[in-house]
Nanobody
């Protein structure tokens, strides 16, 4: 199971840190990703990280503003979001992919959290 938290309301230019705690799986065997779903849109890739943290990937829309990290000792993955924009408003989901690596495709992920809402006001 994946439990996401940390969403909320923030003004444009502000920051939030999302967390996703995993249980019931061998966390260090999974690549982890963050996806988001904007109102009326399909779920889209935001960021992902390899099991070891040695490789990360970002969508162009968040590159330079968001940072993904993980702590395998705590079975937790994080998404630090800085310089937030109103267009970042979305429900953010964490996901786990078997096989150590990461991809940007939602269909490649095996487990999903329940989502946490991020609202950025202008």
């Amino acid at each position: 199971q994946l439990q996401a938290s940390g969403g909320g309301l923030v003004q444009a230019g502000g920051s939030l840190r999302l967390s996703c705690a995993a249980s019931g799986l061998t966390f260090s065997s999974y690549g982890m990703g963050w996806f988001r779903q904007l109102p009326g849109k399909e779920r889209e890739f935001a960021a992902a990280i390899r099991w070891s943290g040695s490789s990360t990937g970002y969508a162009d829309s968040v590159k330079g503003r968001f940072t993904i990290s993980r702590d395998n000792s705590k079975n937790t993955v994080y998404l630090q979001m800085n310089s937030l924009k109103p267009e970042d408003t979305a429900v953010y989901y964490c996901a786990a992919k078997r096989g150590f690596t990461w991809t940007s495709l939602p269909s490649d992920y095996d487990h999903w959290g329940q989502g946490t809402l991020v609202t950025v006001s202008s």
